[in-house]
């Protein structure tokens, strides 16, 4: 069973429906022992950094997310809920995040030309940089679809794939247990699907 994690700030039923279409079982919880009790965690998040990460603290999911991935419980982190797996953030700020990850979050503003627009939102390549067991049916070149301001950097021990937006940015990150994406699968077709699957088929 995979624990969606409900703090009100994710796209849940999308998420859901993607996860049963590939044969997941799945709960959407904010109960710490429902979390407890199941196999693996999602968490989800669109919005803003410091929000999201009050939320998380306020509810005390942020002590139990440490400590069921300190366990060796899997994870997978989606959009704004990849980066809160980081150490920090900068976005409207400095902000903490849930530490599983070495690296900081920060601003596409500067780090790409400015013709671009920021928000990148649209589908873009995968340019992977390494296997893992999420990334079992990937291929490099594959297309995945983005919504973001801000990514991650500073990241390398944990980078997975990155993206071409007028520079090379974090697409997908894995370590160990610990793993996320950028991009939505739920919004990326069948590549998302996959992604899913192969998460929700992880074993060691």
């Known amino acids: 069973m995979i624990a969606l994690i409900d703090y009100g700030v994710g796209n849940l039923f999308s998420l859901k429906s993607s996860l049963r279409a590939v044969g997941a079982d799945v709960v959407v919880t904010s109960d710490p022992d429902t979390i407890k009790a199941c196999d693996k965690i999602i968490l989800p998040g669109v919005g803003a950094f410091g929000d999201a990460a009050e939320k998380l603290r306020v509810t005390g999911l942020d002590k139990v997310i440490r400590d069921e991935v300190k366990s060796g419980k899997k994870i997978f982190g989606i959009c704004l809920g990849m980066q809160l797996l980081f150490e ?112 929700a088929e992880w074993e060691d």
């Open 88 to 199: 920090k953030s900068f976005e409207y700020g400095e902000h903490e995040g849930l530490g599983l990850l070495k690296g900081s979050v920060v601003p596409m503003e500067g780090k790409i030309p400015s013709e671009l627009k920021i928000p990148h939102i649209g589908w873009n390549a995968l340019i992977t940089k390494k296997e893992h067991p999420i990334f079992k049916y990937v291929k490099n070149g594959d297309h995945v679809y983005f919504v973001h301001s801000y990514y991650a950097e500073g990241c390398d021990e944990s980078l997975l794939a990155t993206a071409e937006y007028g520079n090379e940015l974090t697409a997908a990150v894995a370590l160990k247990n610990v793993s996320g994406t950028q991009f939505h699968p739920e919004k990326s077709g069948d590549v998302g699907l996959s992604i899913l699957r192969a998460f």
